[in-house]
């Protein structure tokens, strides 16, 4: 089993910046993919950016150039940086562990982006 705890989020106007974290805990596992989703009011959820094998780094098209994925060296923690944050990024944004097959999700922290 793997445990995913995420911290921050929360409100911010159009332009500014907000930083998530999530560490990843439990036995000892190998983790195949680690990164964020998001959720918007009414529609599916959604990739934001992840790492995938060695360090390979996919990034959603809405994001590229604002957001920033990175990880420690221990890869268990993951950071999403966001910058010139927009209103359309509001959303419930979800961290993401893919390990041994099994997929693993954070509960979840809002991101609310005003005009």
């Known amino acids: 089993q793997v445990q995913l705890a995420e911290s921050g989020g929360g409100s911010v106007q159009a332009g500014g910046s907000l930083r998530l974290s999530c560490f990843a805990s439990g036995r000892r596992f190998s983790i195949a993919a680690m990164g964020w989703y998001r959720q918007p009011p009414g529609k599916e959820r959604e990739l934001v950016a992840r790492f995938t094998g060695n360090s390979d780094i996919t990034y959603d098209d809405s994001v590229k150039g604002r957001f920033t994925i990175s990880r420690d060296k221990t890869r268990t923690k993951v950071y999403l940086q966001m910058d010139s944050l927009k209103p359309e990024d509001t959303a419930v944004y979800y961290c993401?562990?893919?390990?041994?097959?099994?997929?693993?999700w954070g509960q979840g922290t809002q991101v609310t982006v005003s005009s």
């Open positions: 993401n562990v893919v390990s041994l097959g099994n997929t693993y």
